[in-house]
């Protein structure tokens, strides 16, 4: 099973600051199966990013990831306050989905 | 609107059952696989099972495997999760969610409920 690893486990930023999440697998993720979600307080997850670099429908373009092999990254060009949340990394690989423990993105 | 919505979620006793059901509408139910999520309180989010969009495939994660069955019914755009020999580590909010592309359920999952609350407790 693939174990997958997030860090910083928290991002403290300001609005219009840029944030740089890492997620990070024990093997290679094989056809970039890897997806980003944002979860709010309360609220379901919500898919930011699917196939480690393709956004979701109705995603503003300042989510990004990028990444393969066993590191990626989620890339929030400037934070807006709707985008203090936790997120997850999620992955699978041999009929297994596994998802990372979180980054919480706090204001500073 | 595309939406999911759980249902069948409660409190039972340790060893005891559920079923969960997930009805969706606003897209073609047939054509995607569908998954169950959940989430512990407090905690991340675990992948439960998924089943293929025809429903001849299903896949578990090894903590439910041989307790829980998922199943779905494409004519009632319905989908299920039967839980047997519950325990206590199986408290969490359980989410039904849609698979974001029709061709492959690895991808990810784009369309989520807001879940249903499972508590297992005497």
Sequence with gaps: EIVLTQSPDTLSLSPGERATLSCRASQSVRSNYLAWYQQKAGQAPRLLIYAASSRATGIPDRFSGSGSGTDFTLTISRLEPEDFAVYFCQQYDNSLVTFGPGTKVDIK | EVQVVESGGGLVQPGGSLRLSCAASGFTFRKYAMTWVRQAPG???????TVTHSGVSTFYADSVKGRFTISRDNSKNTLYLQMNSLRADDTALYYCAKVVVTTAWAYGMD???????VTVSS
């Design chain 2, 43 to 49: 905690k991340g989010l675990e992948w439960v099972s």
């Design chain 2, 111 to 117: 369309v989520w409920g807001q879940g249903t609350t």
